[in-house]
């Protein structure tokens, strides 16, 4: 059967605006502006943790509802919060959730205004390090003491819990045998072993002397409508907390 001209222009025409649709509903994409790998010290502020932007080019207006992100050591943190803007319009500031923050955390914007189509929202990220890190050492931190390692101390009982380094109470029986006069060279053999283990000596405390690093990642947004956010998921880089 023959076909007239007008069909096949027809169907060009339908297969135009449904490749045209299928791409507009991609149209909004993620983009990293700015990702750190900084060092802070317990309790300190975080002003700037990542920024990234949300392009709308959907063809129509739409709404960002939520922000889940990712944080590989949630415990160097005592809060985490992020901060989303609109053109035009006023700063958003949202606390995680949970908080404090999670391995995954959410950050619901439902106060952030409408994003127009060919405008792009910026986002940053900040939060408080803790004061004492619940995280466990990093690789970076593990590789660091395999390659310096560091040895327990020992350390003698005093009463009322107290405990007096071993390398002071070998030293202090050498200088009573000095008074004596009954110290020997292996007398002296055991100080420099004595010194050599007070001076490399550390607590076997809980890890507390630590911090750790955590690696923020935008994983989903959610957006009212313009499909699946492309660009994700996001690395905002790694924070380490000493």
Known sequence: MKRRPGFWLAMLIACCVACSSGVARAQISVTVTH?????VSGGSSIS?????????????????????????APGIFSSL???G????SSAVVV?????????????SFAALPALPNGQTATFTLSG?????????PSATLIELQ????????????????????????????????????????RHLILLAIAMVLAATEVGCGSGSNFGGTSLQTV?????????????LPAELGSITVQ
């Open 48 to 72: 700037d943790a990542g920024d990234f932007t949300v392009t709308n080019s959907s063809g129509a207006t739409i709404t960002i509802n939520s922000i889940n992100l990712s944080a590989t």
């Open 146 to 185: 395999r390659k310096h390692p560091t040895y327990a101390g020992v350390l003698w009982p005093l009463p009322g819990g107290l405990k007096m380094p071993a390398g002071l109470l070998t030293a202090l029986a050498l200088g009573m045998l000095l008074m004596t006069g009954k110290l020997r060279r």
């Open 128 to 136: 408080t390090a803790a004061s004492s890190p619940t995280a466990t």
């Open 95 to 107: 606390q995680s959730d949970p908080n404090p923050p999670g391995t995954s955390n959410t950050f």
């Open 219 to 231: 994983q989903t947004i959610t957006v009212s409508s313009g499909g699946t956010p492309t660009g």
């Open 35 to 39: 990702s750190v790998a900084i060092v």
């Open 85 to 88: 803007q609109v053109p035009g």
């Open 81 to 83: 919060s992020m901060t």
